[in-house]
């Protein structure tokens, strides 16, 4: 399954450096999304991106920022990260952003604030 | 907030045996996905319901939308060790909502 790559796989980073998560999906959808996975909590949607124009954004910290430069790819800006923000983050993609439209993940980058 | 329950949140079964997990939502949903999680991976679609009472089956996984379209089932016949992983269930939450919202989980171990 290789529709949606995402890199770093895993990313270990101290609270006062800056990164980026990068995701490309390979399917031709219109739709990517930005999800944070814990141990302790359901999957969190932050970020929704529709034809490159950000619909949603579910009262992320401005910490966490987002870039869709085109459809194809989605980036996941990163500063100031707190302990409590190390989590599984994972791209999707879909059709289009409609409930009905089946999501798409990738593999997800292994986050780790130091 | 709304959102969506599933239970039970861990389920440890012999392999053979049967497997349910159930999802429910305090609104109405027009729609209800389900995924699969293995360990160490991310989530996969497994299928979609629509339709008020709608039954689907995958080979040995049938999939149930209940009639007031409030919840659902998974149910899967005669476990086997590839079945384990969690499985989540996602519905369009709050109104005007046309996003996902994700349940917790049911994480399924399966005893060989």
């Known amino acids: ?114 | 907030g709304q959102q969506v329950m599933q239970i039970p949140q861990y389920q440890h079964v012999q392999e053979g045996e049967d497997f349910t997990t159930y999802c429910n939502s305090s609104t109405t949903l027009s729609n209800i996905q389900w995924y699969k999680q293995r360990p160490g991976g991310h989530p996969v679609f497994l299928i979609q319901l629509v339709k008020s009472g709608e039954v689907k089956k995958q080979k040995r996984l049938t999939f149930q939308f209940g009639e007031a379209k409030k919840n659902s089932s998974l149910h899967i016949t005669a476990t086997q060790t590839t079945d384990v992983g969690t499985y989540f269930c996602a519905g369009p939450i709050g109104a005007g909502s046309y996003q996902l919202t994700f349940g917790k989980g049911t994480k399924l171990s399966v005893i060989p």
């Open chain 1, 1 to 114: 399954e290789t529709g949606v790559t995402q890199t770093p796989r895993h990313l270990v980073m101290g609270m006062t450096n800056k990164k980026s998560l990068k995701c490309e999906q390979h399917l031709g959808h219109n739709a990517m999304y930005w999800y944070k996975q814990s141990a302790k909590k359901p999957l969190e949607l932050m970020f929704v991106y529709s034809l490159e124009e950000r619909v949603e954004n579910n009262s992320v910290p401005s910490r966490f920022s987002p870039e869709c430069p085109n459809s194809s790819h989605l980036f996941l800006h990163l500063h100031t990260l707190q302990p409590e923000d190390s989590a599984l983050y994972l791209c999707a993609s879909s059709q289009g952003a409609h409930s009905t439209d089946t999501q798409y993940f990738g593999p997800g980058t292994r986050l780790t604030v130091l």
